[in-house]
């Protein structure tokens, strides 16, 4: 079989825009009745939890994968376990294959059996802006990997849909990729840099300086309910918040906006969880180094091309999603409540 080279999930944002207008119909399937999970269900999202957030079974994707799959046998209606083996097959992707853990041969599976498994969770939950985000993901890197069209026009307004449902969640996918790939002086990176101030102003609930976004005055809007708990550190993404600030200096720094880029990598160190972030010695590089990295982050990166962490933009490194995932969560935080219990809870985020 063809060696897929594989590429960053977002990056393909770039090559298609030009499909992003059609909207997908789906037949509402989403239901009040409350659906008990089935024993098999909650071991296995156990178990996935572990893995997003690196505590146990780092790098073992197939195990997870297969746990999944066997409780999706026993109950193929439970939305979340058809979700999370999409999740799983993402994760195989996008940090397994840089990591050695996933061949490049088994590339193009792992991104049809996410396509498939989150067509199937969009068909149960169609206004579910996470499922529908990978949906587009999945679906624009499937699309780039066969050169099908179809997929490149679906993805694409997947993704889109997926923004105007939760813009605090998905302004971030619309940048993370072309940040990185496209040339800082070029329209796409600049849509990528807006699609980064997009995220602070409707984390903010304003529009935030974009000389001073010193972020201090608006932390006491921190919140794990509602629209936007997305924008917060939680549970979920223990060093989410952290995580965001490194990646969106990243980008100021490419732009050459290096006084601002500070500004940002220092809201990190505001944050409650920083001192145990696991990257914190990476983002007080980069502020130690802001000056040099304008020259680093510009340099042209490949697709399929894995960047050091210290000299590359993270969504080009072996850490694209750990930098805001990895973490001990349940020492800061107290699981939600809906996490694993039912397969048809808190779809939607409102």
Not at 43 to 50: N, V
Not at 66 to 76: G, H, I, R, V
Request: glycine letters at 6%; proline letters at 4%.
């Amino acid at each position: 079989m063809k060696k897929y080279i594989v590429i960053n999930l977002v990056f393909i944002f770039l090559t298609v825009t030009a499909y992003s207008d059609e909207k997908e119909s789906c037949e509402e399937k989403e239901s009040n009745t409350k659906v008990e999970r089935t024993k098999k269900a909650r071991k296995a999202d156990s178990e996935f939890w572990d893995l997003i957030h690196g505590t146990k079974n780092y790098q073992n994707f197939n195990k997870v994968i297969s746990k999944l799959t066997k409780a999706y046998n026993e109950d193929p209606t439970d939305v979340y376990t058809i979700a999370h083996i999409g999740f799983a097959n993402m994760w195989a992707v996008s940090e397994g294959s840089r990591l050695g853990v996933t061949n490049n041969n088994n590339t193009l599976q792992y991104l049809q059996n996410a396509e498939q498994a989150f067509k199937l969770a969009n068909s149960f939950a169609p206004n579910e802006p996470r499922i529908l985000g990978f949906l587009g993901y999945a679906r624009l890197s499937l699309g780039l990997a066969t050169q099908n069209i179809d997929l490149l026009r679906k993805g694409q307004a997947n993704v889109n849909r997926s923004v105007v449902l939760w813009p605090e969640w998905a302004h971030f996918g619309a940048a993370y990729g072309p940040d990185v790939y496209a040339p800082f002086n070029t329209p796409e990176f600049k849509k990528a840099l807006a699609h980064y101030w997009n995220t602070l102003d409707v984390c903010a609930n304003t529009t935030v300086s974009r000389t001073n976004p010193d972020f201090i005055s608006y932390l006491a809007q921190e919140t794990l309910v509602g629209r936007d708990r997305a924008c917060w550190d939680s549970w979920i993404a223990p060093y989410n918040l952290e995580g965001f600030f490194l990646i969106m200096g990243d980008a100021l720094v490419k732009a050459g906006k290096t006084e601002v880029a500070l500004i940002i990598y220092n809201n990190a160190k505001l944050l409650k969880q920083y001192d145990s972030w696991p990257y914190r010695k990476l983002l007080e590089s980069r502020i130690s180094n802001v000056d040099l990295n304008v020259k680093r982050f510009r340099e042209k990166t490949l697709p399929g091309q894995v960047r050091d962490p210290e000299s590359g933009l993270i969504s080009a490194t072996k850490i694209p999603c750990s930098i805001c995932h990895r973490g001990d969560s349940d020492k800061y935080f107290e699981r939600p409540k809906w996490v694993g219990k039912r397969a048809n809870e808190y779809l939607v985020p409102f």
